[in-house]
C-alpha cells in the first residue's frame, strides 16, 4: 500500500462549488503539505503544517484552506472553485528527525474546475 | 528569498546518450539541494539530494549530481540515458530555517530510440 494517498484521484467541478481534497499518510511524519503544479510552473506551495496545531500559509494560500484533522490527514480545501484553480495538486510529507529530510508525495489529485 | 531555475524547459536525446539538465539556485545561506522526478500520471520521488560534503552526489537508476557553490549550479547528468527515463524532472532547494521545498519549474526529458 501506498504511503501516501489522495482522494480522489480526478474531479471535475463547477465554479462556486466547494469541494475537499484529502490526504492520508502512513509514515508516520509530522510534517504535510499541499502543492498545487502548473505546467510550466513546477511545484508551488499552498499551506504546510508542522503537527496538528501548526498550520501556515505558503506562497498562494489565497482561495484555499486546509484542515490538520489528525497527525495522518491533512485535507485542502476550495471554499468556491474558480477556474484557475484547474491544476494538479499534491500532498506531501516530510519527517521531523531535526534535519532535513525527503519529501514523499501522494500521487496527485487532477482538478478540473468549469 | 531562495529560487531555483531550470535553464532548459525540455531535452530531447537519443537512447544511449548522455544528457545534462542544467539547475542554478539562488541562496544567501546554506542550502539543501534535491533532484525530484516526476513519471507520467505519477508523484514527484527523489532521485537525489545534497545536504553537506562531497559535492558529488549519486543517486538512484544511475544519475549524479555535482554540487558547484561558486557557480550556484547543481547540474543533473547521465551517461547513457533509457526510454524508461523519460520524465518530467524538478531541482528543488530546502529551506534550512523552514523546513520548505522550492521547486523549479521543471525540465521535461524525451528519450528517442
Known amino acids: 500500500d501506498a504511503d501516501v494517498t489522495q482522494t480522489p484521484r480526478n474531479r471535475i467541478t463547477k465554479t462556486g462549488k466547494r469541494i475537499m481534497l484529502e490526504c492520508s499518510q502512513t509514515?508516520?511524519?509530522?510534517?504535510m503539505y499541499w502543492y498545487r503544479q502548473d505546467p510550466g510552473l513546477g511545484l508551488r506551495l499552498i499551506y504546510y503544517?508542522?503537527?496538528?496545531?501548526?498550520?501556515n500559509k505558503g506562497e498562494i494560500s489565497d482561495g484555499y484552506s486546509v484542515s490538520r484533522q489528525a497527525q495522518a490527514k491533512f485535507s485542502l480545501s476550495l471554499e468556491s472553485a474558480i477556474p484557475n484553480q484547474t491544476a494538479l495538486y499534491f500532498c506531501?510529507?516530510?519527517?521531523?528527525?531535526?534535519?532535513?529530510?525527503?519529501?514523499?508525495f501522494g500521487p496527485g489529485t487532477r482538478l478540473l474546475v468549469l | 528569498a531562495q529560487s531555483v531555475t531550470q535553464l532548459d524547459s525540455q531535452v530531447p536525446v537519443f537512447e544511449e546518450a548522455p544528457v545534462e539538465l542544467r539547475c542554478n539556485y539562488s541562496?544567501?545561506?546554506?542550502?539543501?539541494l534535491f533532484w525530484y522526478v516526476q513519471y507520467p500520471n505519477q508523484g514527484l520521488q527523489l532521485l537525489l539530494k545534497?545536504?553537506?560534503?562531497?559535492?558529488l552526489v549519486k543517486g538512484i537508476n544511475g544519475f549524479e549530481a555535482e554540487f558547484n557553490k561558486s557557480q550556484t549550479s547543481f547540474h543533473l547528468r547521465k551517461p547513457s540515458v533509457h526510454i524508461s527515463d523519460t520524465a518530467e524532472y524538478f531541482c528543488?532547494?530546502?529551506?534550512?530555517?523552514?523546513?520548505?521545498?522550492?521547486f523549479g519549474a521543471g525540465t521535461r526529458l524525451f528519450v528517442k530510440a
Open positions: 506531501a510529507t516530510m519527517g521531523a528527525s531535526g534535519s532535513y529530510e525527503t519529501q514523499y
Open positions: 509514515k508516520g511524519h509530522d510534517r
Open positions: 545534497y545536504l553537506s560534503g562531497s559535492t
Open positions: 503544517s508542522f503537527d496538528v496545531k501548526d498550520i
Open positions: 528543488a532547494v530546502g529551506d534550512t530555517g523552514g523546513f520548505k521545498t522550492i
Open positions: 541562496s544567501s545561506v546554506s542550502v539543501y
